[in-house]
């Protein structure tokens, strides 16, 4: 389960919507926000001033202090009726290896079946009649044990979560039951020709990299047993490897209290993260799996600028032309493909990329690579900035409307992206992006795509894919 699953557990927030439309009308829109005077430049001296205080409105909503080492982050949202908790583990995939990958999901989707104060059904009771959730999720850089609640009953429901964290049950019934769940899931991934894509991709692109434990296998996971769990939930438990985050109507005093009444009683620990490595690929490859299925799946990735890289923010609108530039010469053009598309993470060793599923494999990927190809070399539009910055922004608002979303918005910063304030300061670099940025990322990044074919071997030119076609006369 991915980390903006415990997105979806909220209502739309109403007043952050209210303050993106009016962002919108006074950042992005009409002839005021179009490039003038020097350089090309996207905004205007009121313009910046504009999002200047945004961005300040919206970092003093934010409180942050320690209990007993675990840092609290809190943002508060008057008079919003839900609240929304995340526990954030630091580490993913860096605190496991192969020998016991996967531990870190099903160790803390059994915490959520039972704990010592509140057995199976009375957790069960107690969650529905205040329509509180408690879920998990996991990436390859952090884990979560999230919490959504009303306001109303955010009290009752904090004293479950908080038992859920430090005195998860793990009976053998509970454990016997995710992990079989797991064991199936993973099983079955081969089955889903998307899914098994994403795999292969994760072994071509990860191979020696902590990336590649992310998930762990059937084999080792049907092994885990609920000492192994109790082992790793105490070693993981430390306030030192904790991050705590609330969105809500909530001030500092009574959180400061609840945490240190229950979680900050945790063992501090000494824990220090180690740097992820950063990725690699030097020179372009394909890697073909034979299944025969009526299309081709077809996934490539290239390495991609951090969060905490300058790069990440002309990186953005990079990709979100690429993106609509492969939609349209695949899909609208030439119908070729139902669904092409060119993405870009938010990942510690970040990635973008090319999807495509497709029976004409090598006229797709050719018509994708010649889209990055024109980024390469011929500069963009101030005009085609402006609208691509406007579509991520509004896209990127109305993806958070919820208080949960927010909380994992200034979780991922927090956690892999310098720190919470660059979630609500990237609308001030974004749009101070210009041609000659896009540009450059494009060449610097946008090289040395690592492919994975699912499907039929004989409709794959390699060359076409590695991008040697061209000077070796090769047609389709």
Sequence with gaps: MMMNEITKSLMAARNLLITVLAVSVLVLGGESTLARGQQGRLNTKPEQQTVQSVVAKQAALVSEFEVNGLKVLLKR???????????FLRGGAANTSAQNAGIEQLMLNASTEASTGFPREKMRSELSRMGTTIGTGSNYDYSVLALASTRFHFDRSWQIFADVIMRPSFTNEDVTLDRDRMVVSLSDDVDSPDVYLQRLQDNVAYAGHPYLNSNGTPEVIAKLTPDDLRRYHDKMMETSRLL?????????????DLVSNTLGKLPRGTYKPDPIPSLTFDRSSVSVTPRDLPTNYIQGL???????????????????????RVFEEVRVKRNLSYAPDAFLRTQAANVGGLYVTAVDANQSIRLMLNEIARLQHEPVSTDDIQSVVAQYLTTYYLGQETNAAQAAELAQYELIGGG?????????????????????????????????VLGNPRSVNSEIFTGQAAAAGVGR
């Design 244 to 256: 705590l985050v609330l969105v809500g109507d909530l001030n500092v005093a009574e959180v400061r």
């Design 420 to 452: 919470w304030r660059n979630s609500v300061d990237f609308l001030e670099k974004l749009t101070a992006v210009m041609p000659a940025d896009v540009q450059r990322v494009s060449q610097k990044y946008m090289k040395n795509i690592r492919f994975v």
């Design 302 to 324: 290239f390495t991609a600028p951090a969060l905490t890289s300058p790069d990440i923010y002309p990186m953005r609108v990079a990709s979100s032309l690429l993106r609509d």
């Design 77 to 87: 949202r008057e008079g919003s009726l839900t609240v929304a908790a995340g526990l």
